[in-house]
């Protein structure tokens, strides 16, 4: 094990990722769901369990287009399916009829023209200046981890940004085979779900703009105060040893953990 009894473990930060890849019952508290304008591949009754547990929906721009059309593909999802709480975005991706559609759901609409922050970071912004970020410990971003390189890496940006905007709630991006977020500075433990390890899911430590010494314990194959960065050593397609995963870091890295089988 990495922390020993000497360690302070009252300053270890426990992640229970479980409940936001299989939607558990409970995963809605203090939970909001953002949207974002990528294609909706994950499960359907996934999809449904967490867009309806959660405290606050949210559809973004152009994921407003994406929420109006998974409603109308799936019968029964206009009277199964909540309808979100804030649509936000500049709206030049978001369709004349997807705004009239959610305007007659009485949903509130948030418009953000500003050009220097992207869509996604605009609508955390939205959650603080709503009120909203009292009543949520965690945002859950759906999007997909594929396609637009530039989408992706500005979406990776706006985990970092989220630190100031919301400092009080953690941000995760969840596509439909992975889930990722931010550890910082610190002690970490990840409780993996057994599946994930009978299964012999990836998992990845990624160093993101600056390097960051980083121990582990838990993973098939565990860096030892190791340095990484880009340009040397970053640790992807691993995977895990047992459930209990402990990492320790000197700087924020990107957790990233597949979630089904799909792109082993």
């Not at 270890?12 to 949207?35: F, H, K, M, Q």
Request: contains cysteine; aromatic residues 8%.
């Amino acid at each position: 094990m990495l922390f020993s009894d000497d360690d302070d473990l009252s300053n270890v930060i426990t992640w229970s990722p479980g409940e936001l890849i299989d939607a558990s019952d409970d995963c809605g508290n203090g939970l909001a769901v953002v949207l974002l304008n990528r294609p909706i591949l994950l499960h359907k009754e996934y999809f449904r369990s967490i867009w309806n547990s959660a405290k606050v929906r949210i559809t973004v721009d152009g994921g407003t287009n994406r929420w109006v059309d998974f409603v109308k593909e799936h019968p029964g999802a206009e009277h199964d399916l909540k309808p979100p709480e804030l649509v936000t975005g500049d709206f030049d991706s978001c369709t004349d009829e997807s705004l009239s559609y959610v305007t007659r759901l009485n949903c509130r609409i948030i418009k953000t023209p500003d050009q220097n922050a992207t869509d996604f970071t605009k609508s955390l912004k939205a959650l603080n200046s709503t009120g909203y970020a009292a009543e949520i410990d965690r945002v859950l971003a759906l999007c997909e981890s594929s396609g637009r390189l530039d989408q992706i890496m500005a979406n990776i940006n706006t985990l970092f940004l989220a630190r100031t905007i919301l400092p009080n709630a953690s941000v995760f991006l969840r596509s439909s085979n992975s889930l990722s977020w931010l550890l910082t500075a610190g002690n970490h433990a990840i409780k993996i779900p057994a599946r994930l390890v009978n299964e012999h899911i990836w998992c990845a430590l990624v160093p993101i703009g600056a390097r960051a010494t980083c121990s582990t314990s838990g993973l098939r194959w565990n860096l030892d105060n190791r340095v990484m960065e880009f340009g040397s050593l970053v640790s992807t397609s691993n995977t895990y040893s047992g459930q209990d995963v402990q990492i320790r870091t000197d700087g924020a890295v990107l957790w990233s953990m597949g979630t089904t089988p799909k792109d082993m």
